[in-house]
């Protein structure tokens, strides 16, 4: 794999492949897909720990592009999650929102509780408010809310949208479907 510079207020070396944040964000996403089939949820936690530690003693200049991997990581481990207990469970669709001023818009095929207890663990920011909504088809169901949502998405599946427009929004589509 070639090593390549972040372009960040500092010039690379000559002839030496670089790449703006945005463009190593994309970069991440790319390799995120192809090694999420084969890589476990204690790989993924590992990578977590790993990136907290780089991330304290950076110098705080690389904020987004950790804040990008950490998204990307912590979606992963929720999507092997569900793929682990999806047998027998209740789906549906949950919002949480943070003291950040992030939506988490996601679904889930397993206990709730347990859900939300991995992405308090896994996201810095603190949880404000949340709620659950049982329903049939909850991949659907979310899909359609991060499509309503696009212009306001931040990262992944978390978005900078009033809450009780969220929420209002996925009580009609849920409701819709019944």
């Known amino acids: 794999m070639t090593k390549l510079t972040v372009i960040n207020n500092a010039l690379p070396a000559e002839g030496q492949p670089t790449m703006t ?3 190593m964000v994309d970069y991440i996403n790319a390799v995120a897909g192809k090694a999420s089939e084969s890589v476990t949820v204690e790989q993924l936690e ?3 720990h790993l990136l907290e530690s780089a991330r304290k003693i950076s110098s705080g200049s690389y904020h ?3 804040k990008a991997v950490y998204c990307h990581i912590t979606s992963l481990i929720g999507s092997k999650l569900t793929e682990l207990n999806s047998v027998d469970c209740e789906g549906g669709i949950y919002l949480i929102e943070f003291n950040d001023g992030n939506i ?9 509780a347990e859900r939300l207890r991995v992405i308090k663990n896994q996201t810095a920011a603190s949880v404000i408010q949340y709620d659950f909504m049982q ?6 169901i979310e ?3 991060h499509r ?6 931040g990262n992944g599946e978390f978005f900078y949208a009033d ?13 819709r479907q019944n």
């Open 143 to 145: 899909t359609l809310l």
């Open 148 to 153: 309503r949502f696009a212009n306001l998405r």
């Open 64 to 66: 987004h592009l950790y």
């Open 104 to 112: 988490k818009i996601g679904m889930t095929q397993t206990n709730f």
């Open 46 to 48: 590992c990578c977590l």
């Open 163 to 175: 809450y009780e427009a969220v929420k209002n929004e996925a009580l009609m589509l849920i409701n």
């Open 135 to 140: 329903c049939e088809h909850p991949s659907a």
């Open 21 to 23: 944040s945005l463009e």
